[in-house]
Nanobody, 125 residues
Framework: QVDLEQSGGGLVQAGGSLRLSCAAS????????MGWFRQNSGLERTFLAA????????HYAEIVKGRFTISKDNTKNMVYLQMNSLKSTDTAAYFC??????????????????WGQGSRVTVSS
C-alpha cells in the first residue's frame, strides 16, 4: 500500500503559476515512477508528466511540455508539479499517482491504483 497526500492548487489568473505537491508514504519501495494526471468531469484522466523514483528520468505530455515541470525531493519522498503560463484550458482536477509505462498499450498506467485525493486547479481568463 502506498499513500499519497496532495497539497496545492487553487484559483489563478491566466498566465500565472501554481505548484502542486504530493507526499508519498508506505511501501515506497515498489514505486518505479510517479506521475501527474488531470481530469475533467465525465472524462478520463489525462497524463501530464512522470518522474522516476530516483528522479533521474522525466517525461511530459506535449500539451504541457515547456510549461510544467515535474520534480522530486528524494529526502522527503515528495513529488512536485510546477505549472507556469497557465491557461483556462488547464482548469481541472489534478491527481498524483504511482505509475508505470505499459509497453503493450503504449501508455502510462497505475497498476496498483494508488492515487492522491486530487487538487482542484481553476484558471480564470
Amino acid at each position: 500500500q502506498v499513500d499519497l497526500e496532495q497539497s496545492g492548487g487553487g484559483l489563478v489568473q491566466a498566465g500565472g503559476s501554481l505548484r502542486l505537491s504530493c507526499a508519498a508514504s508506505g511501501r515506497t519501495s515498489i514505486i518505479k515512477y510517479m506521475g501527474w494526471f488531470r481530469q475533467n468531469s465525465g472524462l478520463e484522466r489525462t497524463f501530464l508528466a512522470a518522474i522516476s523514483w530516483t528522479g533521474s528520468d522525466t517525461h511530459y505530455a506535449e500539451i504541457v511540455k515547456g510549461r510544467f515541470t515535474i520534480s522530486k525531493d528524494n529526502t522527503k519522498n515528495m513529488v512536485y508539479l510546477q505549472m507556469n503560463s497557465l491557461k483556462s484550458t488547464d482548469t481541472a482536477a489534478y491527481f498524483c499517482g504511482v505509475i508505470e509505462w505499459d509497453d503493450h498499450t503504449q501508455a502510462w498506467t497505475a497498476p496498483g491504483d494508488f492515487w492522491g485525493q486530487g487538487s482542484r486547479v481553476t484558471v480564470s481568463s
